[in-house]
């Protein structure tokens, strides 16, 4: 899979070499994550260049790790599906994410917001049966010092789930969010809470006052948010 090796018979050794090319890690999280399109395993690595995409995944495939399945011919589309091998990885990687969130220094993190990215994982952990059974939409405007605010609406739709739009999908909002990139990362961390952030000026809502209320709820968190010892209460 990579072109240097460990010339190690040790499994840790073995498995470093399939493991630790660059971006591998990353893009086996989206996988474990449960995305098996490429667009989407796109969405959750946006600074990965699609050639390298293609050829990680072609990789993990020769691997035995991922398996690339056509789900429909014209246009070809193919879904990128974990195996057997590939799903005993998921601990794994839950393991990783576990020891960074508790030990990797927060200041350092938080440095490395990501809007696309931040927003594309709250939209697949988003709690729906915390929001009313109905299709709403809830706009978040999150602003940066110095840089324009970029908008984004969750559309939640007990038939079709729940969606995520970078272009105004033209819907009533029920619900307006404005926030720092650094504030709502922390929320969805759990390093902070959303009473404390609108409290401290940092978070607006205006809207449904129930789902307004609820936003903690139904926000949801970072898998890895409740092995952080930092979690403000």
């Known amino acids: 899979m990579t072109t240097s090796t460990y010339?190690?018979?040790?499994?840790?050794?073995?498995?470093?070499?399939?493991?630790?090319?660059?971006?591998?890690?990353?893009?086996?999280?989206?996988?474990?994550?449960?995305?098996?399109?490429?667009?989407?395993?796109?969405?959750g690595v946006p600074r990965m260049s699609p050639a390298l995409l293609s050829k990680r995944l072609k990789?993990?495939?020769e691997q035995g790790v991922v398996a690339r399945c056509l789900v429909q011919k014209r246009p070809q589309?193919?879904?990128?599906?974990?195996?057997?091998?590939?799903?005993?990885?998921k601990?794994?990687?839950?393991?990783?994410?576990?020891?960074?969130?508790?030990?990797?220094?927060?200041?350092?993190?938080?440095?490395?917001?990501?809007?696309?990215l931040l927003m594309w994982d709250m939209r697949r952990n988003l709690q729906a049966a915390e929001l009313p059974n109905r299709k709403l939409t809830i706009q978040?405007?999150?602003?940066?010092?110095?840089?324009?605010?970029?908008?984004?609406?969750i559309i939640s739709d007990p038939k079709d789930g729940v969606d995520l739009c970078s272009v105004d999908p033209g819907f009533d909002v029920?619900?307006?969010?404005?926030?720092?990139?650094?504030?709502?990362?922390a929320i969805w961390m759990g390093l902070e809470t959303v009473a404390r952030a609108i409290e401290g000026g940092q978070l607006f809502i205006h809207g449904d006052v129930d789902i307004a209320a609820n936003m903690q709820n139904w926000l949801g968190l970072s898998p890895f948010a409740c092995e952080n010892k930092q979690i403000v209460n």
Not at 77 to 89: F, N
Not at 98 to 105: D, L
């Open 91 to 116: 601990p794994v990687i839950m393991a990783v994410g576990v020891w960074g969130q508790r030990w990797v220094e927060t200041t350092p993190s938080l440095k490395n917001t990501d809007p696309n």
């Open 7 to 43: 010339h190690q018979f040790c499994p840790v050794a073995m498995a470093a070499e399939i493991l630790g090319s660059r971006w591998t890690i990353v893009l086996l999280r989206e996988l474990c994550a449960g995305s098996t399109r490429f667009n989407d395993l796109r969405r």
């Open 140 to 153: 978040f405007m999150i602003g940066e010092d110095k840089l324009p605010q970029k908008n984004y609406w």
């Open 77 to 89: 589309i193919y879904d990128y599906c974990l195996t057997k091998a590939g799903e005993e990885l």
């Open 59 to 61: 990789e993990l495939e």
């Open 174 to 185: 029920d619900l307006y969010i404005k926030v720092d990139l650094r504030t709502i990362t």
